[in-house]
């Protein structure tokens, strides 16, 4: 029992530190916030793949705590929860679909859907002065500018956990969980 807490521990911290370290690789960073990083919300779902609901949430907060520590933006405490400890809470939803078929990915897919839902409201809440005139609805301009980084690594990643020897590997991993 208590090594399976240990081990537990262990390989949700290491896919935390994945998600950090790959959260600073940025291929591409809008000029309001937001980037497309390399496959950093894939490392925090695995968690909530790997050992459900809970451990899921408990490693997207603990996460969205450790972006708000390394890289703050702060306008209010509600804006930081939606921005920080919800959105990248949210991740953590990919623990609904541990034990189903294709796990992984409708896990990722509904994790990023709960992350751009908190990353959306915040935009429409606390940003929406930024709405450029041409968009004439704040909005619309939450959905499309957050849409826009969250969607294009959420689509990228998707294709690659789809590729048969990167599902084989993270099968396997599971398999030693």
Do not use: H
């Not at 370290?21 to 919300?41: D, E, N, Q, R």
């Not at 990722?108 to 004439?136: D, K, M, Q």
Request: hydrophobic share 55%; aromatic share 16%.
């Amino acid at each position: 029992m208590r090594n399976t807490v240990v081990k537990r521990i262990v390989f949700s911290a290491m896919a935390i530190a994945l998600a950090v370290v790959t959260s600073m690789i940025k291929i591409y960073k809008l000029p309001m916030g937001g980037s497309v990083t390399l496959f950093s919300m894939l490392f925090v779902t695995l968690v909530g793949y790997w050992y459900g609901l809970k451990a899921g949430l408990v490693a997207g907060v603990a996460y969205g705590i450790l972006q708000f520590i390394m890289d703050p933006y702060v306008l209010s405490i509600p804006q930081v929860c939606l921005d920080y400890f919800l959105a990248f809470g949210a991740l953590g939803l990919s623990g609904i679909f541990s034990k189903s078929k294709n796990g992984l990915i409708k896990g990722y897919i509904v994790g990023v859907l709960g992350r751009y839902l908190f990353s959306f409201l915040s935009g429409w809440i606390f940003f929406a002065v930024y709405t450029p005139e041409f968009f004439n609805s704040a909005v619309l301009y939450s959905l499309a500018y957050n849409g826009s980084y969250i969607g294009l690594e959420a689509v990228v990643t998707i294709i690659v956990i789809s590729l048969p020897p990167v599902n084989k590997a993270i099968a396997r991993v599971k398999s030693m969980i």
